[in-house]
């Protein structure tokens, strides 16, 4: 077989076992959710399920190249709208995944004028605790190249749980926190997971019990989807008793929220708040569909 042949047959075959592996998750997790969400339109469950695995088909393949190219995501995010702020945002993403899932995101805020922006990729499969310490050293190079005395950190699913244990431990090097569909409480799945947090994220673990008695000493901003299809139920993202700000929105799923301009607008909205958050701040949102 010509070498050729063998490169068409090694693409075929993974972009089969992606394909597969995107059913399998989608129709998976959507069914899996169902008795933990409120009931919803078929048509509307179907439309969610397609743009789920539409977003995860257009964002998987791009991983690797996501690792290996740098760490700034403005060559990403389109053009500006305005200068930067000068307040440097880090993105930290979730389980299984690297900075691709801000692409989206990232774009919006940076046609807002937040920025400049950073992506911070961590070891998912290893400990919370050790992926913490990482962020805080990252976090730290950002200050010294940017001149900055803090960062703002908008995290995705398990990197709120990598931020919010760097921030138990170390808060001065953070302005203002965001986590989007982050399970501060643990997931409900009792599956099988891969790697060494996976105890971590489970409801009950000793880990997140030390989050649950640390109170907030900055603003943030907790956003959690009516039905995601991997954390659930909602109140699983609550922060607001622990002096957090709790934002609701209708519809998407656990990775289409990153791709939410309902989403990106609250995020933007909450950075550019100026000072600190007023004492109004802590409370329970819901917004309408996107």
Request: charged residues 20%; positive net charge.
């Amino acid at each position: 077989m010509r070498a050729f042949d063998v490169i068409v047959w090694t693409f075929l075959v993974a972009a089969s076992g992606l394909a597969a592996a995107i059913v399998v998750y989608a129709l998976g997790s959507f069914f899996l959710m169902r008795r933990h969400t409120s009931a919803r339109g078929v048509g509307i469950s179907l439309r969610e399920l397609a743009r789920e695995a539409i977003l995860a088909a257009l964002t998987q393949p791009l991983l690797p190249f996501f690792y290996l190219y740098g760490y700034r995501m403005e060559p990403f995010g389109g053009r500006r709208a305005r200068a930067p702020s000068g307040v440097p945002v880090v993105f930290v993403h979730g389980y299984m995944q690297n900075r691709v899932g801000f692409v989206g995101l990232g774009r919006a805020l940076a046609q807002r004028g937040i920025g400049p922006l950073y992506g911070f990729n961590y070891p998912w499969f290893l400990s919370i605790e050790s992926n913490a310490r990482r962020l805080d050293r990252f976090v730290t190079r950002v200050c010294r190249e940017t001149g900055s005395a803090a960062v703002d950190l908008v995290c995705h699913s398990m990197g709120g749980l990598v931020a919010m244990e760097m921030l138990r431990v170390e808060a001065r090097k953070v302005r203002r926190c965001v986590t989007i569909a982050t399970p501060h409480a643990g997931v409900a799945w009792r599956g099988p997971i891969v790697g060494l947090g996976a105890t971590s994220l489970r409801r009950g673990s000793k880990l997140l019990a030390a989050h649950a008695g640390y109170a907030l000493t900055l603003p943030t901003l907790s956003v959690f989807s009516s039905h995601d299809n991997v954390v659930y139920p909602k109140e699983t993202s609550y922060l607001v008793e622990r002096g957090g700000r709790d934002v609701e929105v209708e519809g998407p799923a656990h990775l289409a929220i990153l791709f939410s301009p309902v989403v990106a607008e609250r995020v933007a909205s909450f950075l550019l708040e100026p000072g600190p958050a007023a004492a109004e701040a802590v409370e329970t949102r819901q917004f309408a569909k996107q």
